[in-house]
């Protein structure tokens, strides 16, 4: 394998870092207790969404609900996405600016994230996502809500870079790696997770991307040090990539969903994120490959043309967003870097890295990716 291609990630990002963190210094953290959520069944610290597909069927006479897909229902609780969505881009954004500058303040401000969502017993969140992407009326817990926490896989890598910034104090840092402890258990050990990891598309890429995070984070242990990391190795071998990717390259269990291309990206994304995180000096996952051809390589080259011009996509075009895409897709840059592949960095820094639809903002799991190509966080 040729060496990683060198590319500036710094340099390039320096001023959009730094005039976003700029901005995000002046709002302090606001956590999910800060949006009542009637219709959960949890409690004040529990995330809940309501899954915005799914509308009231104003020709029944009981309260039920029938999906709508494509359609977006405006009246779906969404505080608590909303609120986790800005913290995970404001947190990691004030860690980069401060590995950039090693100015304080947006260390400070960065770890006052950590304290509120993860620290503080009056507003930190609940370590689950038991009651995500729920449909009002039914009880019934759905799977699907892991996905919503996918932007938890940036802030457990921001949050490695600050395990020794002395503006964390040790039993700050002990309750950091407690809540995310209690996430890896409730991630491997529920029934919803088990669901969600084994699903064949984004959701099961969204369990490995935040499980191979939160392994990388966390001090180790029988599930998180070298045996959970070959855990989830042998996840990726075994497990994904022989389920979610076709000898061509395409992700085909999003090809037939109702945004193949938004999806297929999303999860290009996630795979390649996952694959970054999980390969080491001893396993490397950017060259795994089924003797039957699919590995990450493939896939990344299957889709490069079609994120160079969205016009050459063979499948339908997305239901809704299609021309707002592509973003500028992490997946490119961890991909050129792997395999020296000019033409994948080049295009990466021609798009597009900040979407400001929150639609689009959902399916973005990397904004920072200084964070991801920096492996060593001692500061």
């Not at 001023?15 to 709002?27: F, G, S, T, V």
């Not at 069927?57 to 009981?62: F, R």
């Not at 000019?342 to 990716?369: A, G, H, M």
């Amino acid at each position: 394998m040729p060496p990683a291609a060198h590319i500036d990630v710094a340099s390039i990002d320096h001023d959009r870092i730094l005039n976003a963190a700029e901005e995000y210094l002046k709002q302090p953290p606001v956590t999910l207790t800060a949006f009542a959520a009637p219709q959960s069944p949890g409690g004040v610290h529990d995330f809940y969404s309501e899954a915005s597909d799914w509308w009231p069927d104003t020709s029944a006479p009981s309260r039920t609900y029938v999906r709508r897909q494509g359609a977006e229902n405006p009246k779906a609780f969404n505080g608590h996405s909303d609120s986790l969505l800005h913290m995970a881009i404001h947190m990691p954004t004030l860690t980069a600016a401060y590995l950039l500058t090693r100015d304080a303040r947006y260390a400070d401000h960065a770890a006052s994230h950590l304290r509120a969502w993860f620290v503080d017993p009056h507003q930190r969140m609940t370590p689950n996502l038991s009651y995500g992407q729920m449909i009002p009326g039914n009880p019934a817990n759905r799977m699907e809500g892991i996905i919503e926490a996918v932007h938890l896989a940036e802030v457990a890598q921001a949050a490695s870079y600050l395990t020794h910034y002395d503006g964390l104090a040790p039993g700050e840092l002990k309750a950091i790696y407690a809540w995310f402890t209690a996430y890896f258990d409730w991630l491997t050990t529920s029934r919803l997770a088990g669901l969600a990891r084994d699903q064949k598309n984004h959701h099961g890429s969204s369990w490995l991307l935040q499980a191979a995070a939160i392994t990388r984070l966390l001090p180790g242990t029988s599930d998180t040090g070298d045996n959970g990391l070959a855990a989830l190795q042998h996840q990726f071998k075994a497990v994904t990539i022989r389920a979610q990717i076709r000898a061509d390259g395409s992700l085909q269990h999003e090809l037939t969903s109702i945004n193949p291309y938004r999806n297929s990206l999303f999860n290009l994304d996630m795979l390649a994120g996952a694959c970054s995180l999980l390969s080491s000096r001893f396993e490397n996952l950017w060259n795994y490959e089924l003797q039957d051809g699919p590995g990450i390589r493939v896939a990344v080259a299957w889709h490069f043309p079609f994120i160079q011009d969205r016009s050459r996509w063979p499948y339908p075009a997305d239901a809704t967003h299609f021309n707002d895409l592509p973003l500028r897709q992490p997946s490119l840059l961890l991909a050129g870097r792997a395999y020296s592949r000019s033409e994948y960095i080049e295009l990466w820094k021609r798009l597009n890295p900040d979407p400001v639809d929150p639609i689009l903002q959902r399916v973005f799991p990397i904004r920072q990716p200084l964070l991801w190509v920096r492996r060593t966080p001692a500061l």
